[in-house]
């Protein structure tokens, strides 16, 4: 419990990383288990709650960058969002280049993409879009803070839980 | 439904701001996980952090309405 281990100078960089990459995974590595299991839920359960919540395009580099680089702070949860939003927007993207063809360019693409996207029941209105960024935003946010502590913790060479605080004995009152 | 989540948005009413309480109870049990020193106090500090952030919505709501 609480050993303090300096010897391994690349273990702030691991703690971090792995926190980075699954949330809750560097205290798990710094064998803090029930802090990583906690913040491993609270996070992805905050960030998939979001994504349930906005549907595909509530990860999207391209409109909302800022909420997007809050939402990579998430790690591979939002890797995988990302993955399946480029996959969807690709298709998209084709099938709206073939629909204004069709039309003899009489309907823009740009056109075409938004009519495909209300079609699709993939457009992201209010409020929902505020609920699902907010919540995978701040989903990310909390594990930056997650990824502080793991980097901080590591740092220090902390592993394990601390110890128990010791009681003092009282003080006795001089007579 | 299931089929649909994750890849369709679900359609809000005007309620939606009933979903600050789960927000504000995720970032307290995170914070509070991360700053505790014994895991022993947790539930009761982040009910405290849950309850102290929830105040300072409506007060700060109530500030807002008054002044705008």
Redesign the interface.
Same mark, same amino acid.
């Given at each position: 419990m609480g050993k303090a281990k300096t010897s391994n100078p690349l273990m702030p960089v691991a703690a971090g990383l792995l926190a980075w990459l699954v949330p809750g995974a560097g205290h798990l590595y710094l064998r803090r288990t029930?802090?990583g299991i906690?913040?491993c839920l609270?996070?992805n359960?905050?960030f998939?709650?979001g994504?349930?919540?906005?549907?595909?395009?509530t990860v999207d580099p391209i409109g909302q960058r800022w909420w997007f680089a809050a939402q990579m702070c998430a790690g591979t949860s939002c890797g995988a969002a990302w993955y399946y939003q480029k996959r969807v927007h690709r298709n998209l993207l084709v099938q709206a280049d073939a629909l204004a063809a069709e039309s003899n360019r009489r309907v823009t693409p740009h056109e075409a993409y938004t009519r495909l996207l209300v079609k699709?029941?993939?457009?992201?209105?209010y409020?929902?879009?505020?609920?699902?960024r907010?919540?995978s935003g701040?989903?990310g946010m909390?594990n930056l803070?997650?990824i502080f502590?793991a980097v901080l913790l590591g740092a220090i060479g902390r592993l394990g839980?601390?110890p128990?605080?010791k009681k003092q004995p009282p003080k006795e009152r001089p007579r | 439904m299931i089929g #649909?989540?994750? /890849?369709?948005?679900?359609?809000?009413g005007r309620d939606?701001i009933w979903?600050v309480l789960?927000?504000c109870a /995720?970032?307290a049990? /995170?914070?509070k #996980?991360?700053r505790v020193?014994?895991?022993k106090d947790l539930p009761l500090q982040v009910l405290g952090l849950w309850a102290y952030m929830l105040a300072g919505l409506i007060i700060l709501g109530v500030v807002l309405y008054l002044l705008v």
């Open positions: 029930l802090r906690i913040i609270c996070i359960g905050l998939w709650a994504v349930a919540v906005g549907g595909v395009f699709n029941n993939y457009d992201l209105n409020p929902s879009d505020t609920v699902a907010a919540y701040v989903a909390l803070l997650a502590d839980e601390p128990p605080e | #649909t989540l994750f /890849v369709n948005p679900i359609e809000m939606h979903l789960p927000l /995720v970032v049990l /995170v914070y #996980t991360v020193a014994r895991l």
